[in-house]
């Protein structure tokens, strides 16, 4: 089977591996470590890559994927009911006392 994902960001590609476990699906990064030989090497060769553990999970898999690459939505702005600070839409608890963003 060929990879699910490949990337030389780490960051990036450890937290699609996040995601797709928080789904249930099994997961396994290969060439973690080649990536430090990126130039040396060509990066297509050592570049870090995503293999699912179970084929029957590819569908949900590229969901995953797909909707990782849309990047997160924000909602609108709001204000904390404990403290009154101010929010950007994308924080679902308050940063200052830590309260939970209301429920619409």
Sequence with gaps: MQ???SSLNLLEIHHLKNLLEA?????QLKNELL???AGEIPFTECAPQ???LD???LERARRVVSDFG???VAGPQWQ???CGEALEGQFSACWHC???RPQC
């Design 50 to 52: 995503l293999w699912l």
């Design 98 to 100: 830590g309260a939970l």
């Design 3 to 5: 990879p699910l994902y």
């Design 80 to 82: 904390c009911p404990s």
């Design 23 to 27: 789904e249930g699906i099994r997961c």
């Design 70 to 72: 849309r990047g997160a």
């Design 35 to 37: 990536s430090r030989l």
């Design 55 to 57: 084929e029957r999970d």
